[in-house]
């Protein structure tokens, strides 16, 4: 397998289930706890879906926040433990589930939002999920994304797409063998969804109440009505 | 006066315009040579206007290089010794006129796109012009604005909308008094195109071969055809 790719950040993630299931609900990831998972429940409640899928959904939290406000959610992740403790959890439906394996024919509904927290890190496997997400939306719903800000996230390295090592920095010693991410421009995420049929509608960028930077950027994609 | 204003930008440019033409005449200023010129012109000749409105032309080249690839263009600065400048040079017609005064009225003909380069560095004359954009195009017209990065140009401050002291860093001795400029964030530059009934095309990052980063950003928004 190679050290940087798709396979190899679901080969991470299935290592580090265990203890990234108590992170988050420890409210041990300071930028989540203090900006982004207000940031990114506000955004798809702002859009006021009925039906939401969460791509990536990990143990399962933003579903069952979106199932506090009301709003019915499907979580898919390839990642059996995570799945398996959001299952335990509750609060919606979840589903084990690849990037490169969901399709209608396999998810058999159709939804008003889709929404990737933080679960875009790979390369062939986003621009899949791209390509299909149209497919699985309503006419007229959203596709919101949020990731990490070119500004914050681009450091050292060149600035233009390609696979970056990842890094457990700042997280506890159960983690180990980090998930490499593909890094891309803000020229290319807004290439992706126009390229795919999506009018780009927002762009916000919350912001870190300590270093005052974007924690985080959240794109809101809409597709037309008529297509 | 203010000394974070748009006045004080005016009387920043005045003092500093005759410097300016030579630095641009003469290739001083690197970013535009390797990078952001050709950057401009090719985001400009992409949309095959015919007719084009340079807002904040300068001492003219933009409109010299469009000219040149038989676009005929209009620019209009505020800057009287920028503005004697380029009608002596020639290449298109030439208008001395403010941000705060350009209007149809004034104007008196249609264009097919607007282009702003690095030329949007106020504050509510900025908001203003947005304003008024879609009445100087046609249906489908374009408005091209090419301004700093925010990657690149946020630097240590907060990452939020406001004034910035100017700098003369890398400039000759000439130079003196820098204007200073109004910063935006990628959220706020997305606004004013949406907000103002523009539907962001594209985004471009023209990177900067030494640095490995941009060296600005460049947004195109597209008018709807019928309104």
Request: proline share 5%; with cysteine; aromatic share 10%.
């Amino acid at each position: 397998m190679k050290k940087l790719s798709d396979q190899k950040i679901i080969d991470s993630w299935e290592k580090n289930a265990r203890p990234w299931v108590a992170a988050v609900r420890e409210g041990e990831i300071e930028s989540r706890v203090l900006v982004t998972n207000k940031a990114i429940v506000d955004a798809v409640l702002g859009r006021t879906p009925r039906l939401v899928l969460d791509v990536g959904c990990g143990e399962g939290w933003l579903v069952r926040e979106l199932a506090k406000a009301g709003v019915d959610s499907l979580g898919i992740d390839v990642v059996p433990d995570l799945i398996e403790s959001a299952q335990h959890a509750g609060g919606g439906r979840f589903r084990l589930l690849s990037y490169e394996e969901v399709s209608m024919d396999i998810l058999k509904e159709k939804f008003d939002l889709l929404v990737c927290n933080f679960s875009l890190i790979g390369n062939e496997s986003v621009n899949r999920l791209f390509r299909l997400a149209p497919t699985f939306l309503h006419p007229g719903g959203s596709l919101i994304v949020q990731t990490i800000h070119p500004v914050a996230g681009c450091g050292d390295g060149k600035y233009e797409d390609g696979w970056r090592e990842g890094s457990w920095a700042g997280f506890s010693d159960s983690f180990s063998d980090p998930a490499p991410w593909y890094f891309r421009t803000l020229e290319t995420w807004k290439f992706l969804f126009s390229e795919n049929g999506f009018r780009l509608d927002e762009i916000r960028e919350p912001a870190h109440p300590r270093t005052q930077k974007p924690a985080s950027v959240i794109f809101i994609g809409v597709l037309p009505v008529r297509s």
